[in-house]
């Protein structure tokens, strides 16, 4: 299994979710998360109210390679219009965590999504509002659902670039069938390497006279660090060498 990519995960299979800024006020920060959505496989930028993006300034300039793709292609749309034809997920910091209050609870995290998401046939619209207030309790009260970070409940608000991508990076499952981590499935040491090993290491024990009282704790020791180690071939045999030459040596002095 990929460390970053679920095996279930079949990113052709679905609809990518888009992802939608409601009236941001610093350009830089519709660059940044045009970047976050080129760094995790994320396209359809829609823009509700956006500040002028200038080709010459801060969103361009924050945007790194989603200045060719992107942020030139991003749509401006209304926000009846998002709501109208998008399966919402509004993203918000204050989730107010009580089933009396309806408009912002309840809600998922970034990471229960990725999980839930996939089966959203409906086109799927991530929403994150403006950087002082982001959305406001009218535009929860017609958004799908809820999406929260969990965070430091003595500051729990971050920066509207900064939950982005964070957001996107726990929901890359759902745009990316891979990344610039390769694939590489970690295989255990034969069990016949191990044994080897658990009996080199008695012979060393034996070597520096450990105590006979304690040498059967100390190797259920070493059999449960090394089992929950899962070691490689190459490791096992890395160890095994040292400890050979740790045996060996008090013979040679």
């Known amino acids: 299994m990929s460390e970053d990519i679920p095996p279930t995960a079949d ?9 939608a800024v ?3 006020q610093s350009p830089g920060n519709v660059g940044t ?9 994320f396209e359809e930028l829609l823009l509700i109210d956006p500040p002028e993006l200038d080709p010459d300034g801060e969103a361009y300039g924050y945007a790194g390679h989603a200045r060719e ?12 219009h998002l ?5 919402t997920i509004g993203c918000t910091a204050v989730t107010n965590e009580d089933d009396r209050s309806h408009t912002r609870f309840p809600y998922s995290t970034p990471a229960e999504l990725a999980d839930r998401l996939p089966t959203v046939e409906a086109p799927t619209a991530l929403v994150f509002g403006r950087e002082r207030v982001g959305l406001t309790n009218a535009e929860l009260a017609r958004i799908d659902e809820i999406c929260s970070i969990p965070a430091s409940a003595a500051y729990p608000v971050l920066n509207l ?5 964070v957001t996107l990076y726990e929901l890359r499952s759902l745009a990316l069938e891979a990344t610039q981590l390769p694939d590489i499935e970690r295989v255990r040491a034969p069990e016949a390497t191990v ?12 070597e520096i006279n450990h105590p006979d009282e304690k040498r059967d ?5 070493l059999r449960r660090v090394f089992g929950r180690a899962d070691l490689t071939e190459r490791e096992a045999n890395t160890l095994l060498g040292l400890l050979r030459r740790a045996t060996e040596r008090p013979a040679e002095d």
């Open 195 to 206: 044994d080897r090993l658990y009996g080199q290491w008695d012979d060393l024990l034996t």
């Open 11 to 19: 990113a052709t299979a679905r609809t990518v979710p888009a992802v």
């Open 69 to 80: 793709d992107v942020l030139p292609e991003a749509e401006e749309i209304t926000f009846d």
């Open 83 to 87: 709501v109208e034809n998008y399966h």
């Open 217 to 221: 704790k100390t190797m259920r020791m």
């Open 161 to 165: 670039g900064q939950a982005a991508t």
């Open 33 to 41: 998360i045009a970047r976050s959505m080129k760094n995790f496989g």
């Open 22 to 24: 409601v009236d941001a």
